[in-house]
């Protein structure tokens, strides 16, 4: 398995499968762009259902989250979700996504396996969400999550980030939105990951700024601990319930006490923390042709050495080299 010095054993793994996306976030990357991997430094498709199979069937990980950049842009996408499909034991898999493309391949991923979504929506607003993402597509998000739910990826999770002066205002909306489609909403504080270092932890959006907001409109009782388990996001139930809403508050209620997760960067390195200066190859291994108990125990020795904490509580921390599309969120 994998365990660290701290007693925590991953078993969520979150596969990175390209550092490419079809929009310019604001709080990501800058409108431009970024200088893109190259494609020989990419895992091939073979080599990550090759190490999933591994952390799956030799390292205990139950879970299996695919992000990117944006994981659509993958042109083997639903292969890789049906080969992990069958692996045994199966894990239970999930992608993360900005929604573009899911209305086309939302029924082929529910049926090639994939289990559940969740989408990144940060407005209600046409306008604020061109004006956040750099790019026209607010309908096709909204198109992709509805599709989502027509294929049967429940829960369909949406993800929002609140920036000042641009979305501040629309947490009590956004939520009655998602009770409205019956989609469960979580917020998440803006993390250090721009590529263009424009983050300041001075005036972010906390998450007691956000739960003070919504609590103009909606009762929140705290669902605790309990349910909560190794969850990033801290949940409350909204007006008496069924709905819920979560707050993911990575930078003022950091949770890496809790944390069960391990991560692979798009070019096959090992990160033991999102936020985490160091990486360990496992491409290399892959490429020398080591066998898979090789390149369990370079990954068991990784995850050895994860830190404490991510370091984002302290003032002096210092922002990642990789933004956020190489190393998957």
């Known amino acids: 398995m994998l365990i660290d010095t701290y007693g925590r054993v991953a078993t969520d793994l979150r596969v990175s499968l390209?550092?490419?996306?079809?929009?310019r976030c604001t709080y990501c990357m800058p409108e431009e762009g970024l200088q893109w991997l190259a494609k020989p430094d990419l895992l091939t498709d073979d080599e990550i259902v090759r190490l999933i199979g591994i952390a799956v069937t030799d390292l205990g990980v139950t879970e299996?989250?695919?992000?990117?950049?944006?994981?659509?842009?993958?042109?083997?996408?639903?292969?890789?979700?049906?080969?992990?499909?069958?692996?045994?034991?199966?894990?239970?898999?999930?992608?993360t996504t900005n929604g573009i493309g899911l209305q086309r391949t939302a029924e082929a991923l529910k049926t090639a396996g994939l289990d559940r979504v969740n989408i990144s929506l940060d407005t209600l607003r046409p306008d604020v969400f061109k004006t956040l993402t750099r790019r026209d597509r607010h309908q096709d998000v909204l198109k992709g999550l509805a599709a989502a739910r027509a294929a049967g990826l429940t829960p369909v999770k949406v993800n929002a980030v609140l920036m000042p002066g641009f979305n501040d205002d629309e947490a009590p909306d956004l939520l009655a939105w998602a009770m409205e489609h019956d989609y469960e909403l979580r917020f998440i504080e803006q993390m250090p990951l721009d590529a263009q270092h424009g983050w300041k932890r001075d005036g972010m959006i906390t998450a007691g700024d956000i739960l003070a907001s919504l609590r103009t409109r909606f009762t929140l009782t705290p669902e605790g601990d309990d349910e909560r388990g190794s969850a990033p996001a801290e949940r409350w139930v909204v007006d008496g319930g069924p709905h819920r809403v979560g707050v993911i508050a990575s930078v003022t209620r950091p949770f890496c006490r809790a944390c069960d997760r391990t991560r692979l960067t798009a070019d096959g390195q090992v990160r033991t923390c999102l936020f985490a200066r160091e990486e360990t190859d496992l491409r290399a291994a892959l490429r020398s042709d080591a066998p898979d108990?090789?390149?369990?125990?370079i990954?068991?020795?990784?995850m050895w050495g994860k830190k404490a904490g991510s370091g984002l509580d302290d003032p002096a921390f210092l922002q990642p080299q990789r933004?956020?599309?190489?190393?998957?969120g």
């Open 293 to 297: 108990e090789e390149v369990a125990a």
């Open 64 to 95: 299996v989250r695919f992000t990117g950049g944006e994981p659509l842009l993958r042109p083997g996408l639903v292969g890789i979700v049906e080969r992990c499909a069958a692996l045994e034991p199966r894990p239970t898999m999930s992608l």
């Open 18 to 23: 390209t550092d490419r996306c079809n929009l």
């Open 299 to 302: 990954w068991k020795q990784a």
């Open 323 to 328: 933004p956020m599309s190489a190393i998957g």
